[in-house]
């Protein structure tokens, strides 16, 4: 038969869940950026930007919590060490410093040097612009200088319009990356051997591009070598997919340059083994691969296996019957499967057979062991006197004193049955014996036992 206090149980379980749902993701923030990446970034700055992202920045969405969370550090990171001026008539919003700082963290997520610390100022322009001594106009500039200009207009339309081939911001910031390794103010020389090995490896299509043959990438790529490169850089986070089909190896070799790979975004973008290990002749030049991601559901998998294990132990201390167990066990499965579904299957965490497991194993036990922790510390009464006839006493050989063995679904009134015979026992039953245990009702209403009972002995009642 079920327990009444199941369905309290469940319904709290609903709740709990639901509020989880709700706040999991300030809460995952708050782990991943205080203790995680011990970042400074104030609460309400780190929420504006990941609110800001992933509504308007498409590379962002599909992160997990852990990148998403990385990501937003390496941007404010980026962000503080930049000076962001205006030029024209133009006013600088945070929304302007956000979107450049979020182009350059999604050009150098892979790296782990991200700062591109050649350049130190970006300007805003309110339109195409004239710099000094130059009579053409332009869009955008990265400068020997330190400084890259970028037209707002133009930078804006690059991220609104995601395939066209065509992004203002990945396309100066990438200047400004070749600028830095080449000019050694960051990463390693190895890296900087590996854009050698790479621009020589792409060099005859270069060549395709500068000669007017039929090509996939942008005509303006074939200007120099590093406008090839801009141009790739587009073309890789533009039309991924395109790009791998058409140019398989130029897409491959990027890949590994920039050690992300866009089609792969359900992994975070990392690069695949296979493309790895095809270029492994100059794997001493490629950043080490990111680790694989930890989903914060993985961590409720790991603790729920160890908290089923404490939930039996922890059973016999309470008068709950088998079956109301099961019922709430299963009960609190499906509550949180359904609630969990869309955070975890929908991401592709893991497939609907692995779901169903972590459902059963991850977070009914967790809630399970902690409602009976509650309803053994938080009392709702003072404990009461339940009285026992024909108990059965069981001496340990090696051991002075006496064990009582009862059964965990006793009721009030009933005569106590031996349950089962323990090895290594001396077992006898005192006929006509009498002994009261103490027993209480938690805040969930499930009776539990005390650690005190009284015995009659001799006449007197003897408190144990």
């Not at 038969?1 to 309290?8: D, G, S």
């Not at 024909?390 to 090696?398: D, K, Q, T």
């Not at 009261?436 to 009776?447: D, L, N, P, Q, S």
Request: glycine share 6%.
């Amino acid at each position: 038969m079920i327990q009444p206090e199941v369905a309290y149980s469940l319904l709290a379980a609903l709740i709990v869940f639901q509020l989880f749902n709700r706040y999991h993701k300030d809460i995952v923030g708050f782990y991943y950026t205080k203790i995680k990446h011990k970042t400074n970034i104030p609460r309400s700055s780190y929420l504006m930007r990941y609110k800001y992202l992933n509504k308007h920045f498409d590379y962002f969405k599909p992160l997990s919590d852990s990148a998403k969370s990385e990501f937003i550090t390496r941007m404010w990171n980026f962000e503080q060490s930049k000076k962001f001026i205006t030029s024209g008539n133009i006013t600088l919003e945070p929304e302007m410093k956000w979107l450049v700082s979020a182009a350059a963290i999604q050009l150098t997520f892979g790296l782990k040097d991200y700062m591109i610390r050649s350049h130190y100022q970006i300007v805003l322009h309110a339109d195409a612009f004239y710099l000094p001594g130059s009579r053409l106009k332009m869009k955008g500039a990265a400068s020997q200088a330190g400084t890259i200009h970028l037209s707002w207009p133009d930078l804006k339309q690059g991220f609104e319009v995601p395939d066209d081939r065509y992004n203002l911001g990945l396309h100066e910031l990438s200047h400004a990356l070749k600028m830095t390794v080449l000019g050694g103010k960051t990463f390693d020389d190895r890296l900087k051997r590996y854009y050698s090995a790479w621009s020589k490896t792409v060099k005859q299509e270069f060549l395709n591009l500068k000669h007017g043959n039929e090509h996939f990438l942008r005509k303006y790529g074939g200007t120099n070598m590093h406008e090839f490169f801009a141009v790739c850089i587009e073309h890789f986070f533009e039309v991924p997919a395109g790009m791998k089909k058409e140019l398989p190896e130029l897409y491959s070799s990027l890949s590994v340059l920039l050690n992300q790979d866009p089609l792969n975004a359900a992994s975070d973008y990392r690069v695949s083994t296979a493309v790895q290990r095809k270029y492994s002749t100059f794997k001493t030049a490629v950043p080490k691969a990111k680790d694989i991601s930890w989903h914060w559901s993985l961590s409720l998998l790991l603790i729920g296996f160890f908290t089923t294990i404490a939930t039996f132990i922890y059973f016999d201390t309470f008068f709950i019957t088998t079956v109301s167990i099961i019922a709430l066990w299963l009960g609190i499965s499906l509550i949180a499967g359904v609630i969990h579904y869309p955070s975890v299957v929908k991401n592709n965490i893991m497939g609907i057979p692995v779901y169903i497991i972590y459902s059963l194993i991850g977070p009914a036990p967790i809630f399970i062991f902690c409602m009976l922790l509650a309803n053994h510390f938080i009392p709702l009464e003072e404990a009461k006197h339940i009285k026992l006839n024909a108990v059965h006493l069981e001496v340990p050989p090696r051991f002075n004193g006496t064990v009582v063995t009862y059964q965990k679904d006793l009721n009030e009134g009933k005569t106590l049955k031996h349950v089962e015979k323990v090895e290594g026992y001396y077992e006898y039953e005192l006929e006509g014996s009498t002994m009261h245990m103490m027993v209480y009702r938690g805040i969930f209403g499930y009776k539990v036992k005390s650690n005190k009972y009284i015995q009659r002995e001799n006449g007197k009642w003897i408190e144990h």
